[in-house]
């Protein structure tokens, strides 16, 4: 068995947390491939290494001093390595890193610095080569991440070796310009080691044990869930259910090779797997209950609309030329809705409206906005009967108006808009019955 282990910049914000990490690593001697995030918040009111970096950086491109702002980076890494008892000196790295600064290297540079530097101090400390990622991770002249290259090189690379670490984050273009993934991107770099390396599970190591089934700014402590499709995720995902970054998914999921979320700070919990396909039944009809405020929605009229072929193309031709997408599109024998993100929409609502007059010649046009969108996954939805039912009864007797409907032929998800101020009372009334009701 080979595991591919990736630490989130919490696991790994101090010599304490590097600890636990240590301690989960030698564990188990699958876990033989460690990516680490740079060393994250250790208090609510901290800042993350990556942000230090980034502002330092900024002082440096403007022509600015930066010598105390990056002596506090520098004592972010001698914190840690001194509470390790390390006979590690950065010395050397800093003088680069300030050369570099100086000459402008870059704000990609500059930020993946912190997974680097991360990434020499854990090598240390676990006793495991490093590799520096500039070497193995691959970026077109464009910036954009080159897939196949990086796969054959790292390949190539950990062939030979039994244990690594890799830092998270970055990579570089052929010329050795670092370029890194967007924020979060530690976990795309695990996702590229563990399918280089045919690993039999990717653990993504952070400080929650794994997904939740509802937010728990909403509902106090939800359940977790236990194993989750990839599918299942993206639709939570997209409605703001974030754990993962949405990027580190597509590597894996081509070669069927499971994410494993765990929790540092409860590492006996076993957290959520994320899986292509399961018979593993969900422990609740739903999978999770995600949602988004912020939506509007225009509703279009016009009598006979159903003879008319082509309305629905040129009614999405006036947003496409907009550059506004569309979330969703109910429609009616002589209405259609088209559901929007109310912050895209704004600055262009009144040539929106032009346009559809133009075009469509529309008896009238309405526009609501403060529509909240909530979505409620689950791959036991098509195996069970009243799903739906029981949805709408429950909100119902919450008392809230649902003012839209949307249930793809999948029936892995429904799609509830509800208005902005029913928006926790809705989640609310799905959770307690779906899961509050079965415990
Ligand atoms: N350190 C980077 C960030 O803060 C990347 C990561 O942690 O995954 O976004």
């Not at 001698?78 to 402008?104: H, N, P, W, Y």
Request: with cysteine; hydrophobic share 40%.
């Amino acid at each position: 068995m080979k595991k591919v282990v990736k630490f989130g910049g919490s696991s790994l914000a101090s010599a304490k947390q590097f600890k636990k990490v240590a301690d989960i690593i030698h564990a188990d001697e699958e876990r033989r491939f460690v990516i680490p995030s740079a060393p994250g918040k250790r208090h609510m009111n901290d800042t993350k290494v990556t942000d230090m970096l980034y502002e330092c950086y900024e002082l440096a491109e403007a022509g600015k001093k930066f010598d105390s702002e990056l002596k506090q980076i520098k004592l972010r890494y001698e914190e840690i390595i001194t509470g390790l008892d390390l006979q590690l000196s950065l010395d050397q790295e800093f003088v680069q890193i300030k050369e570099q600064f100086k000459a402008k290297a870059g704000r990609d540079y500059a930020a993946s610095r912190g997974e680097y530097l991360n990434g020499i101090v854990m090598s240390q400390y676990l006793g495991f080569p490093f590799i520096d990622s500039a070497e193995v991770i691959v970026f077109d002249e464009d910036g954009n991440f080159e897939a196949d290259k990086t796969n054959e090189k790292l390949k190539a690379r950990l062939q030979e070796m039994d244990y690594a670490v890799i830092p998270g984050f970055y990579g570089a273009k052929e010329d050795g310009t670092v370029k890194t993934f967007s924020r979060g991107g530690s976990d795309i770099t695990g996702s590229i080691v563990a399918k280089a390396v045919h690993a039999d599970v990717y653990e993504n190591w952070t400080d929650v044990s794994g997904f939740l089934i509802a937010d728990p700014r909403i509902i106090d402590r939800p359940e977790g869930i236990e194993t989750i499709t990839y599918r299942e995720l993206r639709e939570l995902a997209y409605m703001g259910a974030t754990v993962l970054h949405e990027d580190a998914i597509f590597p894996v999921r081509k070669e069927g090779i499971p994410i494993n979320i765990k929790n540092t700070n409860a590492p006996e919990d076993n957290g959520t797997w994320i899986v292509e396909s399961t018979c593993q039944k969900s422990k609740y009809t739903i999978t999770g209950i995600a949602g988004k405020r912020g939506f509007c929605t225009i509703n279009i009229e016009k009598d006979m609309m159903n003879q008319e072929i082509g309305f629905g193309e040129k009614v999405l031709r006036v947003f496409s030329e907009n550059g506004i997408s569309f979330e969703h599109m109910p429609s009616g024998i002589d209405t259609m809705t088209v559901v929007v993100h109310e912050d895209e929409f704004i600055d262009k609502e009144q040539k929106v409206v032009a346009g559809l007059h133009r075009l469509v010649d529309p008896d009238s046009i309405e526009i609501e906005s403060d529509l909240a969108l909530i979505a409620v996954v689950g791959r036991g939805m098509r195996a069970t009967r009243g799903t739906a039912g029981r949805i709408f009864s429950a909100l119902a007797h919450a008392n809230v108006n649902v003012k839209m409907i949307d249930q793809g032929s999948s029936e892995l998800n429904i799609i509830i808009g509800v208005e902005d101020r029913d928006f926790e009372a809705a989640i609310k009334a799905i959770y307690d019955i779906f899961v509050v009701a079965q415990l």
